[in-house]
């Protein structure tokens, strides 16, 4: 290829140190270790990235003297792996061991698909990959978009997170929370909010022949469930990347467009509300004034656009060789003539119709869905968490005043039982605290499998249900408690009571 001195403003770019070469050659060499040999022997000046040079040809041509870029960008090749959203397994999950269980709802089928793509994820040896295989010449990916982009500056997009590492018993666990036994156990979910604290009775020492029980008090608080609020979920109205098209007419004088051959228009852009407007498409009407443009927007936020109708005709633009929109708008008004270049419309100037466009990105509408999705999880599980804390605290009221009733209809007892009576109760209290133990762990265990599922607000009526009718069962008991008249009915009386509580915990675990 040979220069050509006609170039547009030329003497303008020899001036910057540009366009100055006369001659470059362009010569094909299959073989890499080839080129590098005729890269050190100077029969070469460049080599383009199409070589796959791996670091061992980096060393080598390093020390030719050759000046190398290495350059993170998709544009050298990067490696994914495609999931089928429809799939059974990883997709859907409705083939999972848990996805596929009696009763398992779509919310539990999509846990379970999540779980199984977790294990990929842990699964994947990213930097082994990059390391052995590409010779350390990568960067490991953790979404769809590769590391060094960015939203706002590049490389931004991968800013506080990090790719799963390479852990196969990670892996296996989440495949356990599947349903798939793998001999590890699936991995532990903090309860919301911190969870359910043990209840602990506390029985206090009873002197013997004093006949003084003292009564059980209660330390919990309910408190008011807020409402359930809201979110609004708002995107742009247009994703930066795709194109966009105008089109129309301009009026002009007939033999004026014919003589003409058409005249050139131009796509402007503001990103300021009109303040100022910026050339970035160049196009051209047919004779009789029609014009078509088409732009992929790069900007984002609130963008405005209109065609600008230069009167420039394409006879006089054409042997120009415009490589840039603003070329043609310095010829006329109302940069010309003071941009130094002759006004050299043939026809009035025009404007378009502006058009006004809310743009954003993909990583926008991700964000304002997740952003809406965080609070409407936060809401769930505050509400959630104040019904579980109301019903065990009407529980702790009706266990504690059923007991102290048990232990007031004990104290009456003469000193002949006391003994034995003072045994009884120690033993009741420990029996209630390992009843409260098990009501702890099955209220965690329920508010984890709430949590994972997100929570709906019908989840929460029916615990919240199921803690009433305990409530129920133990106010019915009252009456019978109070009119015992031994140790060993009392005992009979608040075993019925917490076994009730255990069967109905037993009823709720299976009905979740």
């Known amino acids: 290829m040979t220069k050509w001195s006609g170039y547009w403003n030329a003497t303008g770019l020899q001036s910057m140190g540009e366009f100055t070469a006369t001659t470059i050659h362009v010569q094909s060499i299959l073989a890499k270790d080839a080129a590098i040999a005729a890269l050190g022997n100077k029969q070469i000046n460049f080599l383009d990235t199409n070589y796959t040079f791996n670091p061992q040809d980096i060393t080598a041509m390093q020390k030719l003297g050759a000046t190398v870029i290495k350059v993170a960008d998709p544009a050298n090749g990067w490696q994914e792996m495609p999931l089928n959203d429809n799939a059974p397994i990883w997709g859907t999950g409705a083939g999972t061991p848990a996805g596929s269980a009696a ?12 779980n199984v793509r977790k294990a990929l994820s842990y ?8 390391d052995n295989l590409l010779g350390g010449l990568g960067l490991p990916g953790i979404t769809h978009f590769y590391p060094v982009a960015g939203v706002i500056n590049a490389g931004d997009i991968y800013k506080g997170i990090s790719a799963d590492p390479y852990d196969p018993t990670a892996a296996l666990s989440f495949l356990a929370a599947a349903g798939y036994q793998t001999g590890v156990q699936p991995p532990t979910i903090p309860p919301v909010g911190g969870g359910v604290g043990g209840v602990t009775v506390t029985v206090p020492p009873i002197s013997v022949g004093g006949g003084q029980v003292p009564a059980i008090s209660t330390s919990c608080t309910p408190v008011a469930p807020p409402k359930p609020n809201s979110t609004t979920v708002t995107v742009p109205s247009f994703l930066a990347g795709n194109t966009l098209s105008w089109s129309g007419a301009f009026p002009v004088i007939a033999s004026k467009g014919a003589a003409a051959g058409g005249f050139a228009v131009t796509l402007q852009q503001s990103t300021d509300g009109g303040k100022s407007w910026a050339p970035v498409v160049l196009g051209a009407t047919t004779t009789g004034g029609y014009y078509s443009l088409s732009y992929a927007p790069s900007a984002t936020g609130t963008v405005s656009f209109r065609v600008f109708f230069t009167g420039l005709p394409e006879t006089f633009l054409n042997p120009l060789g415009p490589s840039s929109p603003a070329l043609p708008e310095a010829y006329v008004p109302p940069l010309a003539p003071g941009s130094g270049l002759p006004v050299s419309n043939t026809t009035a100037t025009q404007y378009s119709a502006v058009s006004t466009y809310q743009i954003g990105t993909l990583a926008d509408v991700v964000s304002a869905i997740a952003n809406s999705v965080n609070t409407a999880v936060t809401s769930s599980a ?37 003994n034995a009576l003072k045994s009884s109760i120690y033993t009741l209290g420990n029996s209630t605290n390992l009843a409260l133990g098990k009501l702890s762990n099955q209220t965690n265990a329920a508010i984890a499998t709430a949590q994972a599922n997100q929570a709906s607000k019908s989840d929460v009526t029916s615990l919240a249900t199921t803690v009433g009718t305990l409530n129920t069962q133990v106010s019915n008991l009252n009456s019978q408690i109070s009119t015992l008249s031994t140790v060993a009915y009392a005992a009979i009386g608040i075993a019925i009571v917490l076994g009730l509580v255990a069967i109905g915990l037993a009823v709720r675990k299976r009905g979740m």
């Open 103 to 114: 009763g398992a709802t779509a919310a539990q089928q999509a846990a379970a698909a999540r």
């Open 382 to 418: 505050t509400i959630t968490n104040a019904n579980i804390n109301n019903g065990l605290c009407n529980l702790e009221t009706t266990l504690a005043t059923s007991i102290n009733g048990a232990l007031a209809t004990l104290a009456t007892q003469n000193t002949v039982n006391a």
């Open 123 to 130: 699964l994947v040896p990213r930097q082994q990959i990059i």
